[in-house]
């Protein structure tokens, strides 16, 4: 009966107790391969996920910067044509006539002032 | 034990799976009810909230004149808007605005308390209010992040960009230009004639925003030619038209007159080079003149010629082959009873006069004799040959055909009388000047030209208004006649002799027409026409001036006369022609020079003027030294050598190629350097 219980007893602790038990598995290779396999396949699609949401950024970035850049072109147009007004109203012949006569002291020439070149 | 616990492991496990799995499930369950069963309903709900379309406004179309200036020019200002339906509290926008827009807290109240889903609160803002209204969004902006607060009034009122139109010019053609109404469309002028090919074309981008509502990327080009519209290249030239404007409104100032009219033409084209009239119009603020300024008197109002009309009837007469120039008829000493009861008078009295003193006095009755001569029906065929009584077919709206009876059927004879000298006929003064402008082309009438050419954004011309004849009205040699006796009329005894600008000839014709007050004619109220071509041998240009109702002097050799010969000699002036240089020995100026050099040579302190009598010495074979002359002095010097010349720089000559002394041969091209302060 005591020896029953011993051995009883005995691999309880065996069970419960002895964790440096020297246990052999058999590893299958085949096994290895799909792991292998699995984590490879799920380092491809976290890569292309993060590229593929790098891509996007960037798209949307680059899109920003392209709406940026055609609104700066457009403000210049528009600067730009304001200019043209500005220009055309400083060259406008009652503007240059008043500054040649009341600046310059110009007139227009006499017909002896004409000098024709061969 | 050990069972029991490898069990409960494995429950576990089983239990995590199956969580995963069902999650698994529900994801691809919701997936599938989200990819599949209502996807296209809500794709098409986010491609609403991203994508928009938005309206691209087309910008208007430049007019330009012949040189490239431009005339009229559209630019983008800002102007305010609202949704009112949207605002909860307007009056505390209305207070807030009110200043930054300079509107009245009352009536801004009243627009954004209305029931309209759309406003505009203020359109075309000037930069000071615009700056000022986006310095108080910022300030919204920023108090509004600073309270955390989604929803605000501030969000519904907002600026929205708009094209406007300026004329840079301010008055300058502003009747010819027209003018266009706020919303960018033709109302007046060739605004509205070219309204079509000027507005552009609007259409609708597609453009993606963010969740801000922000663009993320748009359809829209910044320089888009599919929206520009066409370009409006004219055939005046603005220095021109200022010209004319301003000589005009001189002559109206002068003589106190109600008004005037001049129209510069380039006879072998049908180019109007100017097309004047006072008062004149500023198109950047139309609303302010009353629409008689507004519109193109020169096409739309028919006036009597008087006596300017004579030539025509001469024309008429001497190429229908019923006179000679040296026809003489009996003026009957300023007094002809045409009929029992009427009689027509002249305003001097003539006895006897040829063709060309008819014309050169300005005789009524010789006119209405030569008219007699002619005939009716032939008289009136040639009138509407020179396009007397019909539209001339410029593209300009409004155009007033004018008044001109059936002569073979008008059965009184003093109808036919007086329309020899210009009353009971009207005409525009755009007729006046190109049947005059036909005299000066060989008797060629020509189709008046305002347009030059249509030219899309890139510059590409889409279509080109060519010179085109109308019809030959007389043959060549009789319009050389007329420019003969025409020129007459400028010269000492003629009616106008200080029509002629120095050095020109002119071959002109005055005209005093009385005007209709009432179905009257008045004593008191006149138009003072003068119509010429210049230079009388060979015209470059016609030109036509009326002064409506001068206070003063009445008569067109006086009053409109004058305002010719400045337009005139201007015009020359700016085209490039000079009145033609005096005959003088071409080599006189190198004598003098080359005198001036041996002079110097020998007395090098003197630096006096050469002797006069040098200049007899004989034929230069040196070039002369140029070093210290003003370019005057040298173009003078070298132009009257006959030597070409490059100069460059400016001040007092320092060198010259080939040096003084070289000896001069045939073509030789001399280069002149100058230098300021030498």
């Known amino acids: ?118 | 034990m050990s069972y029991l616990l490898h069990r409960w492991v494995r429950v576990r496990i089983i239990l995590v799976g199956l969580g995963l799995g069902l999650l698994l499930m529900v994801v691809g369950a919701r997936f599938f009810q989200l990819q599949v069963l209502q996807g296209a309903e809500l794709r098409r709900q986010a491609e609403r909230e991203v994508r928009k379309t938005c309206p691209v406004l087309p910008v208007r179309g430049l007019i330009l004149d012949s040189r490239g200036t431009e005339l009229a020019i559209s630019t983008r200002v800002q102007s305010v808007v609202a949704h009112p339906r949207k605002i909860r509290n307007a009056a505390r926008l209305s207070r807030e605005l009110a200043p930054v827009l300079g509107l009245s807290p009352a009536a801004l109240q009243d627009l954004l308390s209305s029931d309209a889903p759309f406003v505009w609160v203020k359109r075309h803002l000037t930069p000071e209010r615009e700056e000022a209204f986006r310095a108080w969004e910022k300030k919204v902006a920023k108090s509004a992040r600073a309270r955390g607060n989604g929803y605000q009034d501030e969000n519904w009122i907002y600026l929205l960009p708009e094209a406007k139109r300026y004329y840079p010019q301010q008055a300058l053609a502003g009747h010819v230009l027209g003018f266009c109404s706020i919303d960018g469309r033709g109302l007046e002028g060739l605004e509205y004639q070219f309204d079509r090919e000027l507005y552009g074309k609007p259409k609708r981008v597609q453009r993606l925003v963010d969740a801000r509502g922000r663009c993320v990327v748009t359809e829209e080009k910044a320089w888009d030619p599919e929206v520009m519209g066409h370009n409006l290249v004219l055939t005046l030239d603005q220095t021109i038209q200022y010209i004319a404007e301003k000589e005009l409104k001189r002559a109206v100032e002068k003589w106190q007159a109600a008004g005037g009219m001049a129209l510069v033409v380039n006879p072998r084209t049908g180019e109007i080079l100017a097309m004047a009239q006072v008062p004149t119009m500023d198109p950047n603020c139309f609303a302010l003149f009353p629409a008689e300024v507004r519109r193109n008197r020169l096409l739309t109002h028919a006036i009597e010629p008087g006596s300017s009309f004579k030539v025509f009837i001469a024309a008429a007469a001497l190429d229908a082959g019923v006179v000679k120039p040296t026809d003489r008829f009996n003026c009957e000493n300023g007094f002809w009873q045409v009929t029992a009861r009427e009689a027509i008078h002249d305003v001097h009295p003539y006895g006897i006069l040829t063709v060309q003193g008819i014309i050169q006095k300005s005789s009524n009755i010789g006119a209405a004799k030569l008219a007699n001569k002619c005939g009716g029906a032939r008289l009136y065929s040639y009138l509407k040959a020179f396009g007397f009584g019909s539209r001339s077919g410029i593209h300009f709206p409004g155009e007033n055909p004018g008044l001109l009876k059936n002569l073979g059927l008008i059965r009184s004879p003093l109808d036919r009388a007086t329309c020899a000298f210009g009353q009971g006929v009207s005409v525009t003064p755009l007729q006046l000047t190109m049947a005059l402008a036909a005299l000066g082309n060989d008797g060629v009438l020509m189709e008046p030209r305002l347009v030059k050419k249509i030219v899309d954004a890139r510059g590409e011309t889409v279509e080109e208004f060519p010179p085109r004849p109308v019809r030959r009205v007389i043959s060549r040699e009789t319009a050389r006649q007329m420019l003969a006796i025409m020129a007459t009329v400028t010269r000492p005894g003629g009616t106008a002799p200080g029509a002629a600008p120095p050095g020109f000839t002119v071959a002109g014709k005055t005209g005093t027409a009385q005007k209709l007050v009432g179905g009257v004619y008045s004593h008191n109220k006149f138009n003072a026409v003068f119509m010429g071509l210049v230079p009388a041998e060979h015209p470059v240009l016609a030109i036509s001036v009326i002064i409506d109702e001068p206070q003063g002097a009445i008569y067109g050799g006086v009053v409109a006369a004058p305002v010719f010969r400045e337009i005139a000699a201007q015009t020359l002036r700016v085209l490039g022609y000079y009145p033609p240089a005096p005959a003088t020995p071409v080599l006189a100026g190198l004598l003098s020079a080359v005198s001036q050099t041996q002079a110097q040579a020998a007395e090098p302190e003197t630096g006096g003027e050469p002797p006069a009598a040098a200049a007899a010495e004989g034929p230069p074979t040196v070039m002369p030294d140029l070093r210290g002359k003003t370019i005057r002095q040298v173009l003078d010097l070298l132009q009257r050598a006959g030597v070409r010349c490059r100069l460059e720089g400016s001040g007092r000559a320092v060198s010259q190629d080939p040096p003084p002394g070289t000896p001069l041969t045939p073509g030789v091209v001399c280069s002149v350097k100058f230098e300021p302060g030498f």
Do not use: C, F
Request: glycine share 2%; net charge positive; no cysteine.
């Open chain 1, 1 to 118: 009966m005591s020896a029953n219980l011993t051995l009883r007893l005995t691999a309880v602790s065996h069970a419960l107790l002895a964790r440096n038990r020297k246990v052999s598995r058999r590893h299958s290779a085949w096994g290895r391969a799909v792991v292998a396999a699995m984590l490879l396949v799920t380092a491809a699609v976290v890569l292309t996920s993060l590229i593929w949401a790098w891509a996007n950024l960037q798209m949307v970035t680059l899109n920003y910067e392209i709406s940026q850049a055609q609104e700066t072109i457009k403000q210049y147009l528009e600067i730009n044509r304001k200019l043209q007004v500005e220009l055309a109203n400083l060259k406008s012949p009652a503007r240059l006539e008043r500054l040649a006569e009341d600046v310059y002291e110009m007139g227009a020439p006499q017909p002896q002032q004409i000098i024709r070149l061969p």
